[in-house]
Structure formats: structure tokens, C-alpha cells
């Protein structure tokens, strides 16, 4: 039911094999192939058909390379496969990597392997010498391909020009850069910082004109030179060189140092601080560099806690605890005891880690139960002292009310009997001697039968009269009220 089509120059051929490249015009697609035999006079039947995808049966072909030896030095330039063909089966030649393989044109030469740019520099060659090498491309995670041919070489003499900057390296502490150089010219020299991003080394063709000076760091006498700046929060590969520059305008290039920052960073130790709430030991964390340094994050960090009591009897080891977060919390503390803990941050991806922090040390509370032991024994001594204080009290407070009752009364004699001689009432329990002239008794009830006998025996109403001569006014007031009840009767 298939259509099948023939392959032309593959026809009556007497050979094993086909040219049928030209029928390929897509190579992300299936085809299936076929072949029969024949004869004069007969035809075989055809064969099972063949499947294919020619991406991926396709073999990656060598690369061509150019080699130029100038001071000590190869420069290699690279040109990825099909660069010469019109039509390509792998359009994107970035997605090209390149190894090398050089040796010393010796019987005895060892191969020394490493991965190249498509315009690179191969360094660290004898000069005078001669060197072969061969080139293979390959896309990564995919498939490698084939060697190319192999090509020799002769260094030349290196010119030993004591202007050009050399040990060129980088030092890096929490994400601040530093690069280093040194020189060996004793006139006047100001020197240039330059970088180029990595990934632009991957691209076919001159990149002398794509580097790109750092900042601050231009025309300077120092050799040293800060370049944190070019590095941002989310770091990518770099390299760098210094370009020297003499008074008589004459300019030397140090060596290529690539830099992966986050692989070249050292992480300096964090710092930690500790707080004691009940039986909890809190730890807090601050990462390497402060809380502004985001690019801390790209390593994930975890942090290990050591803890241990600080007494100088005491051979208990430090125990650690691995957190992820910036809070740790450490149980099972002993009270009233002293307690120092460090702390060291690491990243697993990376395989790096900092220094400890500094020791830094809290006492724990005191057992809780002592206060209250302290408080009971408190309330008990209060009530036992009341208890006893009780009797003793009630016992003063009677005797100061019998003392103040027999010494200090609080009675008073009736209204009636104020003043008797200018003599004051003071207690009815001391005796004293009263004059009997100064009391009298008053008979102030007068019935029927003493008013008859007044009137009848006035001797005994005169008599009466005197003996009540101490109040005159009654005596006149009453003489009246005789006089009157006589005149009614």
C-alpha cells in the first residue's frame, strides 16, 4: 500500500553499498529503505524495509582547524562541522564543544587532553618544539563525534617581555572579588582590567573586540583590582587579563584567568547570637556576608551547630545539630548551667565550607522548683509565726483591757451629780473620804396625807422648811403653792 519511490544513482549497482544523500531532505523524520537483487533473467522479492531518522543515525563528522605558533604559543582556530556545506543537518553550530589531543612529536610522548574554544590559545608548550595534535566535536548529552586529521606544529621561542603582567590569579571572600597580578617592569606602568563573558567564547570568530573593561580599574598603578562589580546576583563564568601599558605607549597582555564564581568564592564563617527562654537554648544565624548578599542563596546553605556546657570539670562532647533554616533550637539544657555554641555554614553542592563562627556563650535558668521550695517555706514560717503570735496577742490585749479599766474607766456618774465640792468622780474601786455635809436627800413626792399634817402642825412645815434651806427658791415657790391649794380646798 506504501509508495515507493527510487533512489537515483542507486539503481544496477553492483557494490554493497548506496549513496542516498540526495533523497534526504528532511532529517528529523522517519524514512524506511528497501533493496532487492536481480538478475538477467530473474528478480528477487524485496527485502524487509529499514527504518531510520538520519539525526540520529547520522555521525558527527571532524571538524577543520587552523594552527598558528607565535611567541611560545599555538593559537588554534576551530570550524564546527558542515561549515563548508550548503545544507546543514545540525543548523546551530554553538551547540558544537570541542576536545584536543596534543603530544610531543617523541617516542615517549604522553597525551595531554583538554577542551578548547572554537579560537583558542594552547599554553604551557616547550618552545622550539614540535607538537601534533587532532581536534574531535562533540554535542554534549548527545553524541561525540569524529577525530579530524591530525596536524604538527613547532613552538617558537617565548619573548620574555617584562612588561606583560604575570601570576595573575583571583582571591575571592563572601562574594567580593579581588584580582591580583605581578610585575616585573621597574618604569612607570598602568595597567587595565578586562573581562569577557564565557558563553561569548563559544561563538565562532574574533573576540578581541568583545572584551570589556572593569570599573575603577582603568589606567591604574596598583596590582590589584576590585572587580565585585561585574559580578551579578545570578554569577556566570568569566575571564579575565590585565593589559600593562608603558610610557612609550607600548602594551603587553597578561594570561587568561577563567573565574566560576560561585566555585572560586571562599564562604567566610556567619555569625551567631543566643537566647535562653525557659528550657530552650535559641540560636540565631546570620549568613556569611549579611543579609544582603543574595547570591548566598544559589549555594543553599545548611549550617551545622555545635553546643557544649563550658565548665572545666566537665568532659561531656559537643554535640551538633545540621539545620537548613537560620533558627535552631537546642532542648534537654541543664539549669543554672553555662553554655557556648558555634556555628559553620556549608553547601553540599558545592563541596565547600566556611570556618566556625565565634564561641558564643549563655547561662541557663535556674531549677524551678526552688522558687518554689523558697515560697512554701515562706508561707509556713508566716503561719507558724501567726500561730504563735495568736495566743501571745490575745493574751496582751486582756491585760490592757483590765489595766484600762481599773486606771483609765470609761464610765461617768449620772448628769444630775456633776459636781459634787469641786472633788472630780474618778473610780468607784478607790476610797475616799467624802464630806456628808455636801449630800442631801430631796423628798419630791408630796402626797394627800403629808399636805394635810403640813397644814395642821406648822411646826413641822417650818420644820421641813429649814431643813431645805439650801434651795430658797423652792421654799418661796412652794409657800405659794401651799397658799393657793389652801384658797381651792
Not at 530473474?42 to 531518522?53: A, G, H, N, R
Not at 533558627?327 to 556555628?343: E, G, H, I, M, N
Not at 566556625?356 to 518554689?372: A, V
Request: hydrophobic share 35%.
Amino acid at each position: 500500500e506504501m509508495e515507493w519511490e527510487e533512489l537515483a544513482g542507486c539503481q544496477n549497482v553492483t557494490g554493497t553499498k548506496c549513496d542516498f544523500s540526495s533523497a534526504i531532505t528532511e532529517y528529523d523524520v522517519e524514512y524506511r529503505v528497501r533493496l532487492r537483487a536481480e538478475t538477467r533473467e530473474d528478480k528477487s522479492p524485496w527485502s524487509t524495509y529499514f527504518e531510520m531518522i538520519p539525526s540520529e543515525i547520522a555521525e558527527i563528522g571532524p571538524p577543520e582547524i587552523e594552527l598558528q605558533s607565535t611567541n611560545g604559543v599555538i593559537k588554534i582556530k576551530v570550524s564546527p562541522p558542515e561549515a563548508n556545506q550548503a545544507q546543514k543537518m545540525w543548523i546551530d553550530d554553538l551547540s558544537f564543544k570541542y576536545n584536543l589531543v596534543i603530544w610531543e612529536n617523541s617516542s615517549n610522548a604522553e597525551l595531554r587532553k583538554q577542551s578548547i574554544f572554537p579560537m583558542d590559545t594552547i599554553n604551557d608548550l616547550a618552545p622550539e618544539t614540535t607538537y601534533c595534535l587532532k581536534v574531535q566535536a562533540y554535542r554534549p548529552l548527545e553524541k561525540e563525534g569524529l577525530f579530524g586529521p591530525i596536524h604538527c606544529i613547532k613552538t617558537t621561542r617565548k619573548v620574555n617581555d617584562l612588561l606583560c603582567p604575570t601570576n595573575v590569579r583571583v582571591s575571592a571572600l563572601n562574594m567580593k572579588f579581588h584580582l591580583h597580578w605581578n610585575s616585573r617592569y621597574k618604569e612607570s606602568v598602568r595597567y587595565t582590567v578586562q573581562y569577557l563573558l564565557a558563553y561569548l567564547k563559544h561563538i565562532p570568530g574574533d573576540q578581541s573586540k568583545k572584551w570589556l573593561c572593569v570599573s575603577r580599574c582603568e589606567n591604574i598603578t596598583d596590582t590589584k583590582c576590585n572587580f565585585t562589580s561585574i559580578i551579578p546576583p545570578a554569577p556566570g563564568f568569566y575571564y579575565l587579563r590585565v593589559q600593562a601599558m608603558s610610557g612609550y605607549n607600548r602594551s603587553c597582555l597578561s594570561n587568561e584567568v577563567k573565574i566560576d564564581p560561585l566555585v572560586t568564592n571562599e564562604i567566610g564563617p556567619p555569625t551567631v547570637k543566643v537566647d535562653i527562654s525557659d528550657v530552650l537554648l535559641h540560636v540565631q544565624i546570620s549568613p556569611p556576608g549579611g543579609y544582603e548578599n543574595e547570591a548566598f542563596r544559589d549555594y543553599g546553605l545548611s549550617y551545622r551547630v555545635l553546643y557544649w556546657k563550658n565548665s572545666s570539670n566537665n568532659e561531656e562532647e559537643a554535640k551538633m545539630r545540621v539545620v537548613k533554616e537560620r533558627l535552631a533550637t537546642v532542648s534537654d539544657l541543664t539549669p543554672s548551667t553555662l553554655y557556648c555554641v558555634k556555628a559553620q555554614a556549608f553547601s553540599e553542592a558545592y563541596n565547600k565550607s566556611s570556618p566556625f563562627s565565634k564561641e558564643e556563650c549563655i547561662r541557663t535558668h535556674g531549677d524551678k522548683m526552688l522558687p518554689l521550695i523558697i515560697i512554701a517555706i515562706f508561707i509556713g514560717a508566716v503561719i507558724g509565726i501567726l500561730v504563735i503570735a495568736m495566743p501571745v496577742l490575745f493574751v496582751l490585749y486582756q491585760a490592757y483591757n483590765k489595766i484600762k479599766y481599773v486606771f483609765f474607766p470609761s464610765c461617768h456618774p449620772p448628769s444630775n451629780i456633776g459636781d459634787l465640792g469641786g472633788q472630780p468622780f474618778s473610780s468607784p474601786y478607790l476610797l475616799t473620804e467624802e464630806p456628808t455635809e455636801n449630800f442631801c436627800i430631796i423628798e419630791s413626792i408630796i402626797t394627800e396625807e403629808t399636805k394635810q399634817i403640813d397644814f395642821e402642825g406648822g411646826q413641822h412645815s417650818k420644820q421641813s422648811s429649814r431643813d431645805s434651806g439650801n434651795y430658797s427658791n423652792d421654799d418661796d415657790n412652794s409657800g405659794s403653792k401651799v397658799s393657793e391649794e389652801k384658797e381651792l380646798v
